[in-house]
T-cell receptor, first 114, second 114 residues
Framework: DAGVIQSPRHEVTEMGQEVTLRCKPI?????LFWYRQTMMRGLELLIY????????DSGMPEDRFSAKMPNASFSTLKIQPSEPRDSAVYFC????????????FGPGTRLTVL | KQEVTQIPAALSVPEGENLVLNCSFT??????LQWFRQDPGKGLTSLLL?????REQTSGRLNASLDKSSGRSTLYIAASQPGDSATYLC?????????????FGAGTQVVVTP
């Protein structure tokens, strides 16, 4: 069975541009999480969904960030406009409540904003 | 606010030695605790999940214990191998938070020398 799939794996963009990160969770999982990892702040939860509904977006840094989950097999994290301080690795993870919410991570998207 | 601490931040051991990694958390009211492994440039791999009602979990050479009253978990890796070199992170799901919301420690970077 495929794991969590993220695209692109690497993204380099210029300040002010829109960036869209994509995630396909493990089939059948009912929770989806977006994280950001930096050297300074470690791993931070940005937002998560349960059955496609956002549950907790308290970690979203500001209005420039938005996330959607239009169906059970796809989610996007959008940054508009992007800034150099958004440079980080963004991870998507999914879990199944019936499996005690053990989270499985994707390979991440390394974002560089110049 | 839950704080999760991992000490030491880095550890180097010769091959064959047992590894002992520590995780402490300030709020003992947790749903579960999860241990992950992260290889450089890669996503996180789930190693073990311990429910709040459990005292330990085992998988192969890995054993994780949980003492909620003292706010501690320990990950033991028996007979370490160079392939065990990675960063190990623990994360807790606090009962005061939404189900599924993990708080991560900063990790322990492990190097196993041949």
């Amino acid at each position: 069975d495929a794991g969590v799939i993220q695209s692109p794996r690497h993204e380099v963009t210029e300040m002010g541009q829109e960036v869209t990160l994509r995630c396909k969770p493990i089939s059948g999982h009912d929770y989806l999480f977006w994280y950001r990892q930096t050297m300074m702040r470690g791993l931070e939860l940005l937002i998560y969904f349960n059955n496609n509904v956002p549950i907790d977006d308290s970690g979203m840094p500001e209005d420039r960030f938005s996330a959607k989950m239009p169906n059970a097999s796809f989610s996007t994290l959008k940054i508009q406009p992007s800034e150099p301080r958004d440079s980080a690795v963004y991870f998507c993870a999914s879990s199944l409540v019936g499996n005690y919410n053990e989270q499985f991570f994707g390979p991440g998207t390394r974002l560089t904003v110049l | 606010k839950q704080e999760v601490t991992q000490i030491p931040a880095a550890l180097s051991v010769p091959e064959g030695e047992n590894l002992v990694l520590n995780c402490s958390f300030t709020d003992s009211a947790i749903y579960n605790l999860q241990w992950f492994r992260q290889d450089p440039g890669k996503g996180l791999t789930s190693l073990l999940l311990i429910q709040s009602s459990q005292r330990e979990q085992t998988s192969g050479r890995l054993n994780a214990s949980l003492d909620k009253s003292s706010g501690r978990s320990t990950l033991y890796i028996a007979a370490s191998q160079p392939g065990d070199s990675a960063t190990y992170l623990c994360a807790v799901n606090r009962q005061g938070d939404s189900w599924g919301k993990l708080q991560f420690g900063a990790g322990t970077q492990v190097v196993v020398t041949p």
